[in-house]
């Protein structure tokens, strides 16, 4: 099977909430703890416009992965360094959609004039880990202790990539 990286429509959002609600109630990839309604996901969706984005992985018509690019934080300082998400069905998980995803998300922030990108992930999320180090980006620091969920307190693990500087 080929799997296509595009960018998503709102035709893609309930397919989007359905991985992210997933994520949501199995996993500690987020700590959000209620699942999400389809009109969070669509206001979340239009506010991640260009100069962010949001893109899916599909096969055979059918949208198996998503991931995007937002904001690091809304002090316009930061306004060049971008948080990446990824985010895969649970059956596609190691199976190289992840790769395609971060890679094209990397690319756009490249395109975009980003300066890097950043992303946070739960200590013990060994994949995520992994796929962050295999594009090049490093462990820039760990908040000890600032989520908790299933009854229990978590860490983050940061991680970045710094962009090559625009000729």
């Known amino acids: 099977m080929s799997t296509k990286v595009r960018s998503a429509t709102e035709a893609d959002v309930p397919a989007i ?11 500690t990839a987020t700590f ?13 969706f239009r506010e991640t416009q260009h100069p962010h984005c949001v893109i899916v992985a599909e096969e055979e ?7 995007c690019l937002r904001g690091f934080r809304t002090r316009v300082a930061y306004r060049f360094t971008v948080e990446d998400s990824v985010y895969l069905q ?17 690319e756009r922030a490249k395109k975009g004039g980003f300066h890097s990108v950043v ?5 013990g999320n060994p994949a995520s880990e992994a796929l962050h180090r295999r594009l ?9 202790d600032v989520g908790y969920k299933f009854e229990r307190w978590l860490d983050v693990v940061w991680m970045q990539l710094m962009l090559p500087s625009a000729e």
């Open 136 to 144: 090049g980006f490093s462990e820039v620091g760990r908040y000890r």
């Open 90 to 106: 649970e059956e596609h998980r190691g199976s190289g959609v992840g790769t395609l995803l971060l890679a094209e998300l990397i």
């Open 61 to 67: 018509g059918r949208v198996i992965g998503w991931g």
């Open 17 to 27: 909430l359905d991985i992210y609600n997933d994520a949501i109630l199995h996993s």
């Open 32 to 44: 959000d703890i209620e699942p999400q309604t389809l009109d969070e996901r669509l206001q979340w």
């Open 119 to 123: 992303a946070g992930m739960t200590e």
